[in-house]
């Protein structure tokens, strides 16, 4: 639904954070995926939603900087950024805008209704995300998908890497059986902010829940910043690994 706040006098911009270096994946942001770089092909997704007045890549690589220049605005950044907030932050300090949704430069299949949904989000609340079912066994306990509880307002509650919530009454059930019984949601790594809000929020030293479970939304939490959840049937499909490659292009040509 295309809320009435995203309206021409609301100026949101979409910002892709993309860094060369990348331990699992160098050079990532500028690999060929069906012959478009992949930073390019999540640039083309963004400009589909209807919310964004820009779409800008932020960096701090020159080599990105260049190819990027070609198709979107590309804005320079530090490379002593801890997150991909913080890089966000430096940019949208010196932007004209309202809020930001930042976008993940690795998932060229981002849906442009989901960046929507995020930054509509933001009408009623200072931060947003989003959240999908849990549908695969597999992805239960992977800690390296991030489980979030929303409270009856569709506030986020909390965020970790466990499991959440423990289903004491189920608790002998596998996986499987869990999932069969509740509503297990999972984080997509995708945030709006309103800009005011993005700029206090990089202030805070590292919170002790952030610095436990390595999940930068918890320093909002942790201040008191909510975060709006809106949950949605897309699940992310990214570029991690070399390995991914072949995949996400099988994929698109599905598309």
């Not at 952030?210 to 939490?221: I, V």
Request: aromatic fraction near 6%; glycine fraction near 6%; charge should be positive.
């Amino acid at each position: 639904m295309f809320h009435p706040w995203l309206n021409p006098r609301v100026k949101i911009l979409g910002i892709i954070p993309a860094r060369y270096a990348s331990t699992r994946f160098p050079g990532k942001p500028l690999h060929p995926i069906a012959g478009k770089a992949l930073v390019q092909r999540v640039v083309e997704q963004c400009r589909k939603a209807k919310s964004l007045a820009e779409v800008i890549v932020a960096t701090d690589d020159a080599r990105i900087r260049d190819a990027a220049a070609k198709f979107c605005r590309v804005e320079m950044t530090r490379e002593d950024h801890p997150s991909g907030s913080d890089r966000i932050a430096e940019v949208a300090a010196r932007c004209d805008c309202d809020a930001v949704v930042n976008i993940q430069g690795d998932e060229p299949l981002m849906d442009p209704a989901v960046i929507d949904a995020v930054a509509g989000a933001l009408a009623d609340c200072e931060m947003s995300t989003a959240a999908t079912a849990i549908r695969n066994a597999e992805e239960y306990d992977n800690p390296n998908v991030v489980k979030v509880v929303v409270s009856a307002a569709g506030r986020a509650l909390y965020f970790s890497r466990r499991t959440i919530p423990y289903l004491r009454d189920a608790a002998s059930r596998d996986a499987a059986g869990q999932l069969a019984v509740f509503p297990f949601l999972k984080h997509l790594g995708i945030y709006g902010y309103r800009r005011e809000t993005l700029l206090r929020l990089v202030k805070f030293p590292v919170s002790p829940l952030e610095s436990a479970e390595k999940l930068e939304q918890l320093r909002a939490l942790e201040h008191g910043i909510g975060i709006a959840v809106v949950k949605v049937n897309y699940d992310c499909v990214g570029v991690d690994v070399p390995g991914d490659v072949a995949r996400v292009e099988k994929l698109l040509r599905v598309v």
